[in-house]
């Protein structure tokens, strides 16, 4: 009884946070499973408009070795790939980190997402990629849609390795950017000395680009 109420007041409190934000943004990466689902899961924690996607051909997953990846198509659900795993070898998977990952990602959303479909998504405001070769991606997609909107969206890159450890730190960064463009007006105006001021605040470095809609 009571669980159900703290759980109702919980979503109740994110919504009411999500209100107040200005901002609509897309979390990217390579397979939709690890960084940008990190970012998601925290910025969704935080009361953001997000949603998370991956540019790969296919979802990839450590295996058994490198040249043993697991790999999926998109839209497969996380739960289904957490089930498989785990009755394929539930001691390198959890040693790993893989079944922590998808069983935080089925509580997220069902299913990895890809970047270059999204249209029926509707537009975001802002891309954060944590890949330089993601970021491209994303760009080129961008560029190649009809520009029908004319409304500007900022992509903006942090380059975060493919690890758990790296992720986390990945993701807390990405949340202190988004509070940041959150407290200005328009980012349009203060993007430069946003960027600036995070560079020098955490020593690392950003590449971004405006595209449109």
């Known amino acids: 009884m ?7 007041e919980m979503l109740i409190g994110e919504e009411e946070r999500k209100r107040k934000m200005k901002l609509r943004y897309a979390m990217v990466c390579s397979s939709n499973q690890n960084r940008s689902m ?7 924690r935080e009361g953001f408009d997000v949603c998370s996607y991956g540019t790969g051909a296919h979802v990839k997953l450590p295996g058994p070795s490198l040249r043993e990846p697991n790999v999926y198509e998109f839209g497969t659900p996380y739960k289904q790939m957490y089930d498989e ?9 959890k040693r790993n980190g893989i ?3 998808l069983k ?8 990895p997402q890809r970047w270059q479909d999204n249209a029926a998504d509707g537009y975001f405001d802002v891309a954060f990629t944590f890949e ?3 970021f491209d991606t994303v760009i080129e997609d961008l560029n190649n849609r009809k520009h029908s909107l004319m409304k500007s969206v900022l992509v903006i ?27 200005v007006d328009f980012w349009e105006d203060s993007i430069d000395d946003i960027v600036a001021a995070f ?15």
Do not use: T, W
Not at 2 to 8: A, C, I, K
Not at 38 to 44: C, N, P, V
Not at 199 to 213: G, T
């Open 104 to 111: 935080r990602n089925y509580s997220v959303k069902a299913a």
């Open 99 to 101: 079944l922590p990952m």
């Open 38 to 44: 990190e970012a998601h899961s925290l910025l969704k």
């Open 2 to 8: 009571f669980r159900g109420r703290e759980n109702l």
């Open 85 to 93: 795993l785990r009755r394929r070898d539930p001691d390198l998977y």
């Open 132 to 134: 330089e070769k993601v």
């Open 199 to 213: 560079e020098q605040q955490h020593n690392r470095k950003l590449l971004y680009s405006i595209c449109f809609y």
């Open 157 to 183: 890159n942090l380059e975060v390795k493919d690890n758990h450890e790296e992720a986390a730190i990945g993701a807390k960064l990405a949340v202190d950017l988004c509070q940041e463009l959150e407290a």
